[in-house]
């Protein structure tokens, strides 16, 4: 994989989200449901790419992380239309389309470092990590190019902030190697 990660893009991105610390870290401006999206500031249209991110906060864990292609809506998570599919930490489901595509997922509690490799194809094959273990593998179906996406939610402004793998400590899983 090339030494070259993805941040989190400080625009276009979902109302309540600040993009921080050069877009390393994500963040809410306010009491914010997970009705919000930022997504990575580059995309990925052939090859393998992945990313890994760690939820840290006061508030309790609520946040999606995800793959999202350009169509996708900044006003909902990843997976909340059809144009992404997203890993909802808390709720422990993969979710496309605003509904359920897979449950039993592993229970994440804050801390713990989330990974994700995308191998675009037709159709992709997303893969799942949980501290450095695979977790589970899907293939979907998502046009490029395709960016790498987070929602958060918090009762106030910073409670619950996430940091994106972008090359600042080594990789935990073969998500971001």
Same mark, same amino acid.
């Given at each position: 994989?090339?030494?070259?990660? @993805?941040?989190?893009?400080?625009?276009?991105?979902?109302?309540?989200?600040?993009?921080?610390?050069? /877009?390393?870290? #994500?963040? =809410? =401006? %306010? %009491?914010?449901?997970?009705?919000?999206?930022?997504?990575?500031?580059?995309?990925?249209?052939?090859?393998?790419?992945?990313?890994?991110? $760690?939820?840290?906060?006061?508030?309790?864990?609520?946040?999606?992380?995800?793959?999202?292609?350009?169509?996708?809506? +900044?006003? =909902?998570?990843?997976? @909340?239309?059809?144009? /992404?599919?997203?890993?909802?930490l808390a709720a422990r489901t993969l979710v496309t389309n605003?509904? *359920?595509?897979?449950? @039993?997922?592993?229970?994440?509690?804050? !801390?713990?470092?989330?990974?994700?490799?995308?191998?675009?194809?037709?159709?992709?094959?997303?893969? +799942?990590?949980?501290?450095? $273990? *695979?977790?589970? *593998?899907?293939?979907?179906? #998502?046009?490029?190019? #395709?960016? +790498?996406?987070?929602?958060? $939610?918090?009762?106030?402004?910073? !409670?619950?902030?996430?940091?994106?793998?972008?090359? *600042?400590?080594? %990789?935990?899983?073969?998500?971001?190697?």
């Amino acid at each position: 994989m090339a030494d070259t990660f @993805g941040r989190f893009g400080a625009l276009p991105i979902g109302m309540l989200l600040a993009a921080r610390d050069g /877009g390393l870290t #994500l963040a =809410t =401006t %306010a %009491a914010a449901d997970l009705s919000r999206m930022a997504r990575s500031d580059v995309s990925v249209d052939s090859g393998t790419a992945g990313v890994e991110f $760690a939820v840290w906060g006061e508030d309790d864990l609520a946040a999606v992380v995800g793959l999202v292609s350009a169509t996708a809506s +900044f006003a =909902t998570f990843p997976g @909340g239309d059809g144009a /992404g599919l997203g890993w909802n930490l808390a709720a422990r489901t993969l979710v496309t389309n605003g509904g *359920q595509v897979a449950t @039993g997922m592993p229970a994440v509690v804050k !801390g713990d470092i989330v990974g994700m490799s995308v191998a675009v194809g037709s159709p992709n094959r997303v893969t +799942f990590y949980l501290n450095g $273990a *695979q977790v589970r *593998q899907r293939d979907h179906v #998502l046009a490029g190019p #395709l960016y +790498f996406a987070a929602a958060l $939610a918090a009762t106030e402004p910073g !409670g619950l902030c996430m940091a994106v793998n972008a090359g *600042q400590w080594g %990789a935990s899983s073969a998500a971001a190697e």
